[in-house]
Structure formats: C-alpha cells, structure tokens
C-alpha cells in the first residue's frame, strides 16, 4: 500500500491491488459500472474508475473472442462426441461448486486475485483449493481448506485457518511435498505471513510470519501485491511489491526457500514504475522463474498501465520489460497469464489490452523478449484468460468474455509448445454455464505448475460468476 490512513489500505483489496483500480476493471455493462470495484489509490478512499473496455469485433479471426463468436452467444455443443479438426474429440465439460461462500463485496468483486491460486492436486489424486474469508473488504480473517478426493462426488471444507489481524487481502496459495503453503500480508505488523496446513492431517495447521536469518522479517509501509509459486522440487518463492509514495518508482522484493529457510529478501528498483502487480509466474526447468504482470507509471489517478515481462534468476534482480499492444491505438495493460514449456523453455504470455482483448505473446526458449514484444494473435471480448496442459498435449486456453459471452476453451491444433501456437487453427467448445451469471466471469483459475509439484495430467479449472450477481460462487470445471 502506498499509505496507512485508518485501515483504508485497501479499499485497495481492490484498487491499485488487483488491477482493478483500472486495468483491470470489468466491462461497464457487465459488472454493472461499480466504480469502487477499481477506483482508489491503496491507502485512500475509493475514487471513479476511468477504464470501461468495451467488446470490440475488429478481431477477424474464427476463435471465441474474435467477431464470429465475441458478441453473441454461441450454441457450440460440448457434449458432441464426434472428431473435431484437430483429430481428437471434442471434450466434455462437468462441473461442480466448490463454494458459495467466496469472499466478495460491493468494494470487491469476488474474483479478486485469480493469479493467487488455483485448483491444487496432491500427491493422493485430491484437489484442494483455499477461499478467503471476512466480514468486510479491510478483513480477511481465515482461510477455509476445500478438498475434493478421488471419487468424491463434490467439494467439502475440512479446516478453517485464522489469519493474523492485519491481513486484509487474499492470500497466495501453492501446495508443496504434502503442505499447502499461503501467503499474505499483515499491514498492520508488516510481517509477510505463512500458513501451513498437512494435506494428510488437516487438523495440522497454523499461521506465523516468515522467518530471515531467525527472526520474523520486517516488511516496508506501502508492502502490498503478494504472490507465490513452486520453483522446484521442495522449492518455493514468494514476492510483493514496495508501492512508491506519491507516484515515486517502488520496489520490487523476494525471498525464495529451497527447503533449508528463507533466503533474501532480494530488492530490486523498478525503473519508471510504482509498482509491479498482479504478478502470474512459472519456474522454468532450470529453477529460474519468468514472469509476467502489471506496472502503473506515475501518481495514481494519472498514470499509466503496462504489461510487463521478466525473467528472475534466484538471488539476482529483476528487470522489467514492456510488451506492446500490436495497435498503436491501444495498450497492453495488465498480465491475463504465463506458461512456460518445461523442455524448450519457450514462454507464451497473455496480455489484456487496453480496449477489452486479450494479446497473445510468444517467446522462443533462450531468446530475448525485445525481439518477442508484440501480439501475434488477438482475442476481442475478453475480460480473463488462463492457459492450461496437461501432461504432453495441446496448450488449452480458457477465455472468460467481457460482455456476456460465456466462457470458450480453445484446444492448440497440435501438442507443439515450443514453437508459437496457431490460434486460428485452434478448437473453440463453449463451457456451459454452471449457474447464473457466469457469462462474465469475474475470475478463471487453473491447476497449474505454478501452485504445486505434482504433475498436471488433466485439464482442470475453477470460475467465479459475475460481479453482484454470482461473485459469491466458485465452481470447478474439468474435461473428460
């Protein structure tokens, strides 16, 4: 946050937290033009959002998103059983609720922090998935455990954490060698906060802040944009970002853990930006971590947004890179995800843009991303989009509209990784909606590398519904 004044850190749970003070703001006609949903600066009261991306069809493409799909509806059959192009059938999508209970608020909409967690796998075959838990947007006092074990027909809470009381955004969530490990920040300490809870005995759990050299680290004023991910075998990472006071260039800061303690924390400037956000990160096979994410230049309300890429060698410092928006007219604003193939190190990035599309970036392995920043295929009518694979084949792309579209999963023609994908050859299957309020999803999740070490071998994901209208529910989604 860049101030403390009276607790009103966050109305920034969701302003310049989430992206959603602009960049990351809803389409007006779906979301409803709540503007304290992405208003304020952290620290402040709430202001008046000035982004409303609206649906464009300037997209000429055939995938969701683009003009044949982007606007209306489509009536895409997902049961269908019969060989789609790409030679393989096309999938069934099931779905179940995994809560109605998750954190939201006229202040903040529900599908606050997408890049925090997803669906996680344990070693079992069991799905886990955390969901925060408070009275009001300035408190998140818990963390409620959610397990779906192998056959069960459904999800079930099993344990309840009790955060510190100065935690008030949601937490960062990676399950590791049987621990699920979440991370967030107690502004009132200024202690970065881990919980544990054994997956194998739920009845082990507790919360404490991060040690460094023995004693609980110190975190600056204005420490806010956690997040986490796995760097390897027993190895994790955990970030936040220094906002810069009064429009001044922040910091970024990391400590990273191979299992012996935490090490760190690694500072490094920023360059032009206030800050670095909404951070979406993935190791690469050599332990290093790339990332992608949101940078504001200036004082807030008149800065600028910008996607931004890095590459982070554990122990050194990071350097931003901007990607661009393909369009003169546009911006690139705001990381929508990241994957990285595991064997050529190729990165594929996705990057909302500043008129409600989502660019597609792809980096060969071992190249630099100067030669790499522009979009080579566009998805109009986008609010969220997420990748996931399972095991060695195809890349999936899961795509939340903007404008009352419904939610498309696009399966890669080919299981090629390290190369670009082909989006114009790829196969869109609309997701039915799971209830009400789920055209405009608010947020998509993924199991991912990013949150455990347990291979992903199945495509799953979660969604929350529409803003004020089912941001309250989570459902899970998989394919058969």
Same mark, same amino acid.
């Given at each position: 946050?860049?101030?403390?004044?009276?607790?009103?850190?966050?109305?920034?749970?969701?302003?310049?937290?989430?992206?959603?003070?602009?960049?990351?703001?809803?389409?007006?006609?779906?979301?409803?033009?709540?503007?304290?949903?992405?208003?304020?600066?952290?620290?402040?009261?709430?202001?008046? +959002?000035?982004?409303?991306?609206?649906?464009?069809?300037?997209?000429?493409?055939?995938?969701?998103?683009?003009? +044949?799909?982007?606007?209306? @509806?489509?009536?895409?059959?997902?049961?269908?059983?019969?060989?789609? @192009?790409?030679?393989?059938?096309?999938?069934?999508?099931?779905?179940?609720? /995994?809560?109605?209970?998750?954190?939201?608020?006229?202040?903040?909409?529900?599908?606050?922090?997408?890049?925090?967690?997803?669906? =996680?796998?344990?070693?079992?075959?069991?799905?886990?998935?955390?969901?925060?838990?408070?009275?009001?947007?300035?408190?998140?006092?818990?963390?409620?455990? =959610?397990?779906?074990?192998?056959?069960?027909?459904?999800?079930?809470?099993?344990?309840?954490?009790?955060?510190?009381?100065?935690?008030?955004?949601?937490?960062?969530?990676?399950?590791?060698?049987?621990?699920?490990?979440?991370?967030?920040?107690?502004?009132?300490?200024?202690?970065?906060?881990?919980?544990?809870?054994?997956?194998?005995?739920?009845?082990?759990?507790?919360?404490?802040?991060?040690?460094?050299?023995?004693?609980?680290?110190? @975190?600056?004023?204005?420490?806010?944009? /956690?997040?986490?991910?796995?760097?390897?075998?027993?190895?994790?990472?955990?970030?936040?970002?220094?906002?810069?006071? !009064?429009?001044?260039?922040?910091?970024?800061?990391?400590?990273? !853990?191979?299992?012996?303690?935490?090490?760190?924390?690694?500072? +490094?400037?920023?360059?032009?930006? !206030?800050?670095?956000?909404?951070?979406?990160?993935?190791?690469?096979?050599?332990?290093?971590?790339?990332?992608?994410?949101?940078?504001?230049?200036?004082?807030?309300?008149?800065?600028?947004?910008?996607?931004?890429?890095?590459?982070?060698?554990?122990?050194?410092?990071?350097?931003?890179?901007?990607?661009?928006?393909?369009?003169? =007219?546009?911006?690139?604003?705001?990381?929508?995800?990241?994957?990285?193939?595991?064997?050529?190190?190729?990165?594929?990035?996705?990057?909302?843009?500043?008129?409600?599309?989502?660019?597609?970036?792809?980096?060969?392995?071992?190249?630099?991303?100067?030669?790499?920043?522009?979009?080579?295929?566009?998805?109009?009518?986008?609010?969220?989009?997420?990748?996931?694979?399972?095991?060695?084949?195809?890349?999936?792309?899961?795509?939340?509209?903007?404008?009352?579209?419904?939610?498309?999963?696009?399966?890669?023609?080919?299981?090629?990784?390290?190369?670009?994908?082909?989006?114009?050859?790829?196969?869109?299957?609309?997701?039915?909606?799971?209830?009400?309020?789920?055209?405009?999803?608010?947020?998509?999740?993924?199991?991912?590398?990013?949150?455990?070490?347990?291979?992903?071998?199945? /495509?799953?994901?979660?969604?929350?519904?529409?803003?004020?209208?089912?941001?309250?529910?989570?459902?899970?989604?998989?394919?058969?």
């Amino acid at each position: 946050m860049r101030a403390f004044v009276a607790m009103l850190v966050s109305l920034a749970a969701c302003n310049h937290a989430e992206g959603e003070r602009t960049s990351e703001s809803p389409d007006t006609t779906t979301f409803a033009a709540v503007a304290s949903d992405m208003s304020g600066e952290p620290g402040t009261s709430t202001g008046t +959002s000035t982004d409303t991306p609206t649906t464009t069809t300037s997209d000429t493409s055939t995938a969701p998103g683009t003009t +044949s799909l982007g606007v209306a @509806t489509d009536t895409t059959d997902t049961t269908d059983t019969t060989t789609d @192009t790409t030679g393989a059938a096309p999938p069934v999508v099931h779905t179940v609720q /995994i809560t109605a209970d998750n954190r939201h608020y006229v202040e903040m909409h529900g599908g606050w922090g997408p890049h925090l967690r997803g669906p =996680m796998r344990a070693a079992d075959d069991a799905l886990w998935f955390t969901v925060d838990a408070g009275e009001d947007v300035l408190h998140n006092r818990e963390i409620v455990y =959610m397990r779906r074990g192998p056959g069960d027909p459904g999800w079930s809470e099993v344990a309840r954490g009790q955060h510190a009381a100065g935690v008030q955004q949601n937490a960062a969530s990676i399950l590791l060698d049987g621990v699920i490990y979440s991370y967030a920040v107690d502004i009132a300490a200024h202690r970065v906060q881990e919980c544990t809870l054994l997956v194998a005995d739920v009845a082990q759990h507790a919360c404490a802040p991060i040690l460094i050299s023995g004693q609980p680290h110190v @975190t600056p004023a204005s420490s806010n944009y /956690i997040g986490a991910a796995v760097l390897g075998a027993g190895w994790r990472i955990v970030w936040w970002t220094v906002v810069g006071e !009064n429009g001044a260039p922040g910091e970024f800061h990391y400590t990273y !853990n191979y299992g012996g303690g935490w090490n760190g924390p690694v500072v +490094s400037g920023l360059g032009d930006a !206030n800050d670095f956000a909404y951070v979406h990160a993935m190791r690469s096979a050599a332990g290093e971590l790339r990332l992608a994410g949101q940078a504001f230049t200036g004082k807030y309300p008149d800065g600028t947004y910008s996607a931004r890429v890095a590459d982070l060698v554990p122990g050194q410092p990071l350097a931003l890179i901007t990607l661009g928006s393909g369009d003169p =007219m546009l911006v690139a604003q705001t990381a929508a995800d990241l994957w990285v193939d595991p064997v050529s190190d190729a990165v594929h990035v996705l990057a909302t843009r500043s008129d409600a599309s989502v660019g597609y970036y792809h980096r060969p392995g071992g190249a630099a991303w100067a030669a790499h920043g522009e979009p080579l295929h566009v998805f109009s009518d986008s609010y969220r989009a997420r990748w996931l694979r399972a095991g060695e084949g195809p890349l999936h792309l899961l795509r939340g509209s903007a404008g009352g579209a419904g939610i498309w999963l696009l399966r890669a023609a080919t299981p090629e990784v390290a190369g670009p994908v082909d989006w114009g050859l790829a196969e869109p299957f609309a997701v039915p909606a799971p209830a009400d309020g789920f055209g405009a999803p608010s947020a998509l999740f993924v199991e991912s590398p990013t949150y455990q070490a347990t291979p992903v071998a199945a /495509i799953e994901f979660a969604m929350c519904g529409q803003y004020q209208i089912s941001d309250g529910q989570i459902w899970q989604g998989w394919l058969e």
